[in-house]
T-cell receptor, first 110, second 115 residues
Framework: SQTIHQWPATLVQPVGSPLSLECTVE??????LYWYRQAAGRGLQLLFY??????ISSEVPQNLSASRPQDRQFILSSKKLLLSDSGFYLCAWSEGNGYTFGSGTRLTVV | TQLLEQSPQFLSIQEGENLTVYCNSS?????LQWYRQEPGEGPVLLVT?????EVKKLKRLTFQFGDARKDSSLHITAAQPGDTGLYLC???????????????FGDGTTLTVKP
């Protein structure tokens, strides 16, 4: 069966520090992978989308970047975090009929 | 840009009551999904509806896709405290749409069922 792993679950980082969130998928090959950000109790904002290794589509210009070094690995990064980067970050994969989400990372930038 | 509007934004009811949550758009979608999310967790897919007019039932939950594939509803019968959570709808664009592969999410309905 397919599973998705996302870590860490929570993270507190100072302004200006770097960020690296990792997501891995098991049980599937060549999945579409996504990074979303969610404001408290609200809908999801698509940040990045990848259809394959090295292929990244950026949806929202911002302080973040994404990379896909392996087929089932998706990484969200920042060189210097801003206060506005705080939020709940979700990784997801899809085969076309809905998403399977990771358990999320609560990022607090202080 | 395709938008999905969910209503109501917040809903607080007593255990045993029925409720309906709506998801509306002016855009046509190839399919629509409903998710339930608990605090601190990722959303979990409940159902995908694909055909206009389609009705799917999942125990006490009934999902309907509008005939024109622009809207959907989620009806819960005899709500229970375990139904509490954030309900999100998401529409998948048509295959030839430039946004193909990227679903649009509504802002969600926060449901609280009191014992």
């Amino acid at each position: 069966s397919q599973t998705i792993h996302q870590w860490p679950a929570t993270l507190v980082q100072p302004v200006g520090s770097p960020l690296s969130l990792e997501c891995t998928v098991e049980g599937t090959s060549n999945p579409n992978l996504y990074w979303y950000r969610q404001a408290a109790g609200r809908g999801l904002q698509l940040l990045f989308y990848s259809v394959g290794i090295g292929q990244i589509s950026s949806e929202v210009p911002q302080n973040l970047s994404a990379s896909r070094p392996q087929d089932r690995q998706f990484i969200l990064s920042s060189k210097k975090l801003l206060l506005s980067d705080s939020g709940f970050y979700l990784c997801a994969w899809s085969e076309g009929n809905g998403y399977t989400f990771g358990s999320g990372t609560r990022l607090t930038v202080v | 840009t395709q938008l999905l509007e969910q209503s109501p934004q917040f809903l607080s009811i007593q255990e045993g009551e029925n409720l309906t949550v709506y998801c509306n758009s002016s855009s046509v979608f190839s399919s629509l999904q409903w998710y339930r999310q608990e605090p601190g967790e990722g959303p979990v897919l409940l159902v995908t509806v694909v055909t206009g007019g389609e009705v799917k039932k999942l125990k006490r939950l009934t999902f309907q896709f509008g005939d024109a594939r622009k809207d959907s509803s989620l009806h819960i019968t005899a709500a229970q405290p375990g139904d509490t959570g954030l309900y999100l709808c998401a529409g998948a664009p048509l295959p030839y749409n430039t946004n193909a592969g990227k679903s649009t999410f509504g802002d969600g309905t926060t449901l609280t069922v009191k014992p």
